[in-house]
């Protein structure tokens, strides 16, 4: 399976990082329970900020409740990716080519570009919104995508060690 | 709406929980093998260590546990080091020929369990 991998990945695995974190008793269980740490604050973040899109914790008005989630979203989604990096570098030959991670990548590409959309576009239709008004349909799908992809990133996530 | 996708987010979790039982997956649990003879390469590395053993005149590529559990029972670098003689019990990988993830080893008479 590693003779197929692209020169790259396989390159990165068997760089002096790469055997670092295999090697090492602590660095990939601690790489591991912080991904895990920094999915449970990205989450909980991205919910809210959703939720808030989908026209859930109205008493508060929109940008209030999107721009402090937002820090702590972006926070979070930095030490998800620095991880995330971690544990790809340990198998990166074998994790590039696995299916479930491919479909993870991929489906980050996707929330990322709606993550886009929303801050370039939608994110202008709801700023000056007070407490209590019904959010437009353009934030209520971008919330809607936001949830369903990030939860199958997750789900991905979880999969991607038994295939 | 959130009624709707607090249930399907709740459906989508406890699909995921029932999929993670063990031996879901590319392993055939159906046919457990038994791989014995001496051990060519070792790796004591995370995320699990993993031996090749020299067995009927096939190599095949021996997945064990991850390094803390292994130290934990016992089975530290030094009981699978290379030439060592051991003896794995497991399932075989219905994806990769010649692979298997061991259940449990023995080396010199002493079994560790890998699960």
Known sequence: MTGEAPAIFVALEQSDLGAAIRQSAWLFPVANVGHILALVMFAGALAVMDIRLLGGLSATSPARVLMRARSIAIAAFVLLAATGFLLFTAEASHLILNPVFQIKLALIGLGLANLAIFEFGVKRAVTDLGPGVAMPASAKTAGLMSLAIWIVVAACGRTIAYF | ?115
């Open chain 2, 1 to 115: 709406m959130l009624r709707v996708m607090t249930a399907a987010s709740a459906i989508v979790l406890a699909a995921g929980a029932a999929f993670a039982h063990h031996g879901w997956g590319s392993y055939d649990a159906a046919k457990p093998v038994t791989v014995a003879g001496p051990i060519v390469t070792s790796k004591y590395e995370n995320p699990h260590a993993t031996v090749t053993v020299r067995s009927e005149g096939k190599v095949w590529t021996v997945t064990l546990a991850p390094t803390s559990r292994m130290s934990t029972r016992g089975a530290s670098e030094k009981v699978i080091a290379v030439g060592k003689s051991i003896s794995a019990y497991g399932y075989p990988s219905t994806a990769t020929p010649d692979e298997m993830r061991a259940e449990r080893i023995t080396v010199d008479g002493k079994t560790f369990e890998m699960r």
